[in-house]
């Protein structure tokens, strides 16, 4: 199948470089586009691509590929319209979009939006126990903790080419323009902050409450404190019985990223440790406890993110559904609106938009 990127930067460089170059038995990057001339070389000498663009406008009317990869940062919302309007299918990396209104705007087509995690063994192992267990009506509580450090330390390790020939204030602008439709132009900056983190890095343990149990039915509570991005909790209702904790913690030094996610149920627990996402094989833990204080550890090397790849595959060739398309991306812009509508509530602080109460 052949492949176009829309995106070269951090998770393009240090994840999908690597993968397609080792699974070229399913695919074939025939272009690359950036914004940047610096990384659309880059990435297409790495993938040894000679067609190479600044526009997507141009890639998608010179074609020659099968689908788009949306691997850029921010919202994707106009590039995946403009890309199923032409007809191509699309693998999108979170979030879909930053508005409601940008996903209403999508055409039909075939969509495919990536949450890796919800791809991992790991993942469908605990899926499997927990439906064994009658499904999410046997939840007491899901509990998360994401240790965060720095981006930078995440990925000391993968030599990244920057991007220093791009003006980035237009984009900042024309982002910051999405999240005021999206929360209202008076929005403050500690609103704005926490609905990045919850389509940022949050999103993924929004993806994974899905999975395991739907989209929360309540959000009770939203708190934040600490430097920076800080730390955030969240907290309420889930959909069928039991309730849900989220706290994100951004910790500038900390030794290395650590994200657990603890399903407590009458007769057990089902707790996941993730690696950082950028290690490549690095394996998540799935330990079961049952009965009589029995302890099962369930570890698997394979990639989280090359699996979703190869349902991508699937999808666009033999028509399998994806884990999550356009409504589950949805669902996701809904419940970090509901979020941000709930601190600023709980705080005497401005909301508008598409989360206004």
Same mark, same amino acid.
Request: proline residues 6%.
């Given at each position: !199948? *052949? @492949?176009?990127?829309?995106?070269?930067?951090?998770?393009?460089?240090?994840?999908?470089?690597?993968?397609?170059?080792?699974?070229?038995?399913?695919?074939?990057?025939?272009?690359?586009?950036?914004?940047?001339?610096?990384?659309?070389?880059?990435?297409?000498?790495?993938?040894?691509?000679?067609?190479?663009?600044?526009?997507?406008?141009?890639?998608?009317?010179?074609?020659?590929? #099968?689908?788009?990869?949306?691997?850029?940062?921010?919202?994707?919302?106009?590039?995946?319209?403009?890309?199923?309007?032409?007809?191509?299918?699309?693998?999108?990396? +979170?979030?879909?979009?930053?508005?409601?209104? /940008?996903?209403?705007?999508? =055409?039909?087509?075939?969509? !495919?939006?990536?949450? !890796? *995690?919800?791809?991992?063994? &790991?993942?469908?192992?605990?899926?499997? /126990?927990? &439906?064994?267990?009658?499904?999410?009506?046997?939840?007491? %509580?899901?509990?998360? %903790?994401?240790?965060?450090?720095?981006?930078?330390?995440?990925?000391?390790?993968?030599?990244?080419?920057?991007?220093?020939?791009? #003006?980035?204030?237009?984009?900042?602008?024309? /982002?910051?323009?999405?999240?005021?439709?999206?929360?209202?132009?008076?929005?403050?900056?500690?609103?704005?902050?926490?609905?990045?983190?919850?389509?940022?890095?949050?999103?993924?343990?929004?993806? @994974?409450?899905?999975?395991?149990?739907?989209?929360?039915? #309540?959000?009770?509570?939203?708190?934040? $404190?600490?430097?920076? =991005?800080?730390?955030?909790?969240?907290?309420?209702?889930?959909?069928?019985?039991?309730?849900?904790?989220?706290? $994100?913690?951004?910790?500038?030094?900390?030794?290395?990223?650590?994200?657990?996610?603890?399903?407590?149920?009458? +007769?057990?627990?089902?707790?996941?440790?993730?690696?950082?996402?950028?290690?490549?094989?690095?394996? %998540?833990?799935?330990?079961?406890?049952?009965?009589?204080?029995?302890?099962?550890?369930?570890?698997?090397? %394979?990639?989280?993110? /090359?699996?979703?790849?190869? &349902?991508?595959?699937?999808?666009?060739?033999?028509? +399998? =559904?994806?884990?999550?398309? *356009? #409504?589950?991306?949805?669902?996701?812009?809904?419940?970090?609106?509901?979020?941000? &509508?709930?601190?600023?509530?709980?705080?005497?602080?401005?909301?508008?938009?598409?989360?206004?109460?």
């Amino acid at each position: !199948m *052949k @492949l176009a990127l829309v995106g070269c930067g951090a998770v393009t460089q240090a994840v999908y470089v690597p993968l397609l170059s080792r699974r070229r038995d399913l695919f074939e990057v025939t272009a690359v586009c950036d914004l940047s001339r610096t990384l659309a070389d880059v990435v297409g000498d790495r993938l040894g691509v000679a067609r190479r663009y600044l526009s997507l406008g141009d890639m998608l009317a010179d074609g020659g590929f #099968d689908a788009v990869v949306m691997l850029a940062s921010g919202s994707h919302g106009e590039a995946v319209r403009q890309a199923l309007a032409a007809g191509y299918a699309v693998l999108c990396e +979170k979030p879909l979009a930053l508005t409601r209104a /940008e996903v209403a705007a999508l =055409p039909e087509g075939r969509l !495919m939006v990536g949450y !890796m *995690k919800q791809y991992d063994p &790991a993942v469908l192992r605990a899926e499997q /126990e927990l &439906a064994a267990l009658g499904g999410p009506g046997a939840i007491r %509580t899901v509990e998360v %903790t994401v240790l965060h450090p720095s981006g930078e330390s995440q990925l000391a390790f993968a030599n990244l080419a920057q991007a220093r020939d791009v #003006d980035v204030a237009p984009l900042r602008a024309a /982002e910051d323009a999405l999240v005021s439709q999206a929360l209202g132009a008076s929005a403050p900056p500690a609103v704005r902050a926490l609905y990045g983190v919850s389509l940022g890095s949050i999103c993924h343990d929004l993806s @994974l409450l899905r999975r395991f149990t739907g989209s929360p039915a #309540d959000i009770g509570h939203v708190a934040t $404190w600490g430097p920076g =991005p800080g730390s955030i909790e969240i907290s309420g209702a889930l959909t069928i019985s039991g309730r849900f904790s989220i706290r $994100w913690h951004y910790l500038e030094d900390y030794p290395a990223y650590r994200e657990t996610v603890a399903i407590h149920h009458d +007769k057990g627990s089902l707790e996941l440790v993730f690696p950082s996402p950028y290690l490549l094989n690095a394996p %998540t833990t799935l330990t079961i406890v049952s009965g009589g204080e029995s302890r099962t550890e369930v570890r698997d090397v %394979t990639e989280a993110f /090359e699996t979703q790849l190869v &349902a991508f595959h699937a999808f666009v060739n033999e028509g +399998k =559904p994806p884990l999550t398309g *356009k #409504d589950g991306g949805l669902e996701d812009i809904v419940t970090a609106q509901r979020i941000a &509508a709930r601190y600023a509530v709980l705080n005497d602080l401005p909301i508008a938009g598409e989360a206004a109460p």
